[in-house]
């Protein structure tokens, strides 16, 4: 029995494809994807160039000129040897989960959209902070820019459409989109509700590993003051 | 290599950044990779070797050490001490030459590539420029005034030169730019929903390239496609060539500094064969979407492969001999 089922691969374009495992966000089935990922990362088939986790999904860079055969496409070369991935149960190590404390300043300062939120979702401000540093969340997966979390799930009673506009935001803005909560890793537009703002540098381009999140790990945040957020800040330079 | 005058956006690519899109790091690497691929073939370098990317207006460059270079891509009439220099040859440089661009001709990107390997540090595993993070290519920026560029190693051939500004070198690539405007796709994940007649209005109808057209992506403006549901999608990943439909009904091809993963419908996918067409148009410019096979699609990319191998050794061949019968 194939550990992965069920599931489906279609192309994306000519040199990817996506192993999809439904248009929904669980726990579960993200927990899939990376078990995956790891498998096929350990692996490390000369013919996959890349390989991308998110939600539900992962997608396999190949190379089309390397694999190239006259009776066959390389998409379908390269399903075969999926398929026998696939269905190999391996008894990985359980990937390392990093577990995170996260200080979070969640003054109006910060929290340019923390009024909105309370007050479109009959909370009061105190509320909203208490609610989202009760829970730990996931690092469901990476994307938009280079050390951006997409985690979740936040408490229904906090979740909030994105704004429909973006607007430039600060490295460390914390925010909410939906169910999803996450930190802006460097200065950018973006649409998400910000609630507050890290110190914690999410992104060090310096470093040899950048990112401070990999898909899997959790996060916890907790609140800081003001004063609190100025202290990191100057201990950090 | 000095900077004498700032370009519009000119930087360091090669053919992108893969290993690291789990972490939302973006590959980057030149948009139109046949021509950038090519520069460095017809120098006899690794395909891979790291390029400059040139917008117009571009930057002037002022060579303080001799070289041979190389331009491919689009024509913005480049010149050396003000006398006109062909593209897709190797020419030798002279110490003090001077290499403008004067006038944006055909295309919207060219690619430079240097016969010395230029002093850079891999970010990564690449030396692609990510504009977003300040990162790779030349201090993760675009080229400024006075930016100096250096060579790893040295290159004399001033008895090659004869005091001459510049040589063009004997050998060339023939009738590489293709212009066409019928540009080919596969279908996409979320191809169906779009409706019978959006599908149809996609193939006949033709697509403008609006001013909203960058290194992330190009926004179309056509006729708007309806799609027959209202679902949501989750963010999975989005590659160079994704066509999505955005809410408004309007469609955008996500380019070489695409985002990793992203949440519209992926109506279709252009070829890899003809992003290098793709890249080379500009704002204004229109484009026809034309289906085709995955088992065509497939074979474009084994050809050009396959054809700039072909010219890599031959010119690696021609250099060696070249250089060895005039030093």
């Known amino acids: 029995m194939n550990p992965y089922q069920p599931y489906s691969i279609f192309p994306l374009g000519d040199s990817a494809l996506t192993i999809d495992f439904g248009n929904f966000i669980s726990e579960d089935i993200n927990k899939k994807v990376l078990q995956l990922f790891h498998h096929l990362k350990t692996v490390a088939d000369k013919n996959i160039i890349d390989l991308v986790p998110a939600y539900s999904s992962l997608t396999v860079y190949y190379d089309v000129a390397f694999l190239h055969h006259p009776e066959k496409t390389a998409f379908e070369s390269i399903t075969e040897i999926l398929e026998r991935l696939l269905s190999q149960r391996l008894d990985l190590p359980q990937h390392q989960i990093n577990r995170f404390e996260i200080p979070v300043c969640y003054s109006k300062k910060f929290a340019i959209d923390i009024d909105h939120l309370s007050q479109q979702n009959h909370l009061s401000t105190d509320e909203v902070i208490q609610i989202h540093t009760s829970k730990t969340y996931k690092v469901y997966m990476l994307g938009f820019l280079p050390g951006f979390t997409y985690m979740g799930e936040v408490d229904p009673r906090i979740s909030i459409p994105r704004k429909p506009t973006p607007v430039k935001l600060p490295s460390g803005a914390v925010g909410i989109a939906g169910m999803q909560t996450g930190i802006y890793p460097l200065e950018s537009p973006g649409g998400w509700q910000i609630i507050g703002r890290t110190p914690t540098k999410v992104f060090r381009k310096e470093n040899k590993c950048p990112v401070l999140f990999y898909p899997g790990d959790e996060v916890k945040f907790y609140s800081i003051s003001e004063d609190e957020f100025e202290n990191y800040q100057a201990r950090r330079t | ?327």
Not at chain 2, 141 to 165: A, P, T
């Open chain 2, 1 to 327: 290599m000095r900077i004498t005058r700032q370009g519009v956006l000119d930087t360091i690519q090669d053919l992108g950044r893969y290993g690291y899109q789990y972490l939302g790091v973006n590959c980057n690497g030149a948009m139109d990779k046949f021509s950038m691929q090519l520069a460095n073939t017809l120098l006899g370098k690794d395909l891979n070797s790291p390029v400059f990317e040139i917008h117009f207006p571009a930057s002037r460059i002022l060579f303080e050490k001799e070289t041979i270079i190389c331009i491919t891509g689009a024509d913005f009439l480049p010149t050396i001490n003000d006398q006109p220099v062909p593209l897709d040859r190797p020419i030798a440089v002279s110490k003090k030459g001077i290499l403008n661009f004067e006038k944006m001709q055909t295309g919207s990107r060219c690619y430079l590539s240097v016969f010395n390997e230029i002093k850079l540090n891999k970010w990564m595993n690449s030396y692609s420029t990510n504009l977003k993070s300040g990162t790779g290519g030349f201090q993760g920026r675009n080229l400024l005034k006075n930016d100096v560029i250096l060579f790893e190693n040295g290159l004399n051939i001033s008895k090659l030169l004869h005091e001459k500004d510049f040589l063009v070198f004997p050998w060339k690539a023939n009738d590489v730019v293709d212009t066409r405007n019928e540009i080919e796709f596969l279908i996409g994940s979320e191809w169906h929903w779009l409706t019978k007649e959006a599908q149809e209005t996609f193939q006949e109808h033709w697509f403008q390239i609006t001013n909203e057209a960058d290194r992330m992506g190009y926004q179309l403006a056509g006729q708007v496609l309806e799609v027959q549901n209202n679902e949501q999608l989750i963010s999975s990943a989005v590659s160079f060539g994704t066509v999505q439909l955005l809410p408004n009904g309007q469609l955008i091809i996500l380019m070489a500094d695409h985002q990793t993963a992203g949440g519209y419908p992926r109506v279709a996918q252009v070829v890899t064969a003809h992003l290098s067409i793709l890249a080379q148009k500009k704002p204004n410019d229109v484009i026809r979407f034309k289906m085709t096979t995955l088992e065509e699609a497939e074979k474009k990319i084994v050809n050009q492969k396959k054809y700039l191998l072909q010219l890599q050794n031959a010119c690696k061949f021609r250099m060696e001999e070249f250089l060895n019968a005039h030093l």
